[in-house]
């Protein structure tokens, strides 16, 4: 990916093997560790926890299966789904996008080293979009535990553009998006839509 450490900004946790992820990341040294100015994050303990629990409160069928390793820019988490709940059968990375409620598969989760590293990957996390975010907004980096994210989804007519990106806290941006998806689902019947505030 041709991203550098970052060495000012990481996690405080300790490295992130929950299943079905493995060892893989932390073999390499990257749990806790920031890329590129905060383009890319793999997650630590802590973050990863809250990660993978805020993947399950938006996507519920991905619960128990799933686990989330890392987060970009714009707030989408990438996650192991393990082998018996992909089409493959085999444990792939997935990206969960909280901006349109999107579950999309990247590549196996033995492969993900090498899609790291490669210009795939910068296509991946709009690198173009981050650069010209931080020059349109005066900010040299998206923190640990934050993102650059859009208020309005992309269900409601939202757009993820320079402009309308704004650096939020990590978590609540995805409490938004689960709400969000929770006023987006259809209601079956009997069932009460939940009080949005």
């Known amino acids: 990916m041709g991203l550098s ?3 000012d900004i990481s996690g405080t946790g ?3 093997t929950a299943d079905p992820i ?8 990257a749990c806790g560790k920031s890329f590129g100015r905060g383009i890319f994050k793999f997650h630590d303990t802590e973050s990863g926890h809250a990660g ?3 993947v399950a409160a ?7 299966s799933t686990a989330a390793f890392a987060v970009d820019w714009l707030g989408v988490q990438y ?4 082998a018996g709940h992909t089409p493959s059968g085999h444990d792939e990375v997935v990206a969960v996008d909280p901006f349109d409620l999107s579950v999309v598969p990247i590549v196996e989760h033995g492969e993900f080293l090498g899609f790291l590293s490669s210009p795939l990957m910068l296509e991946q996390v709009q690198a173009a979009l981050f650069a010209e975010w931080l020059a349109a907004s005066g900010n040299d980096h998206v923190g640990w535990g934050r993102c650059a994210g859009v208020l309005q989804p992309e269900f409601l007519g939202g757009e993820r553009t320079a402009a309308t990106l704004e650096e939020q806290d990590l978590a609540v941006y995805w409490e938004i998006a689960r709400r969000a998806a929770v006023a987006a689902a259809p209601l079956r019947e009997g069932e ?3 009080r949005l505030e």
């Open 22 to 29: 493995g060892d893989a990341f932390a073999r390499v040294g």
């Open 58 to 64: 938006v996507f519920p069928q991905l619960a128990g």
């Open 79 to 82: 996650c192991v789904v393990a």
């Open 52 to 54: 993978t629990g805020a």
């Open 14 to 16: 300790g490295n992130w």
């Open 192 to 194: 009460a839509l939940e």
């Open 5 to 7: 450490i970052d060495q």
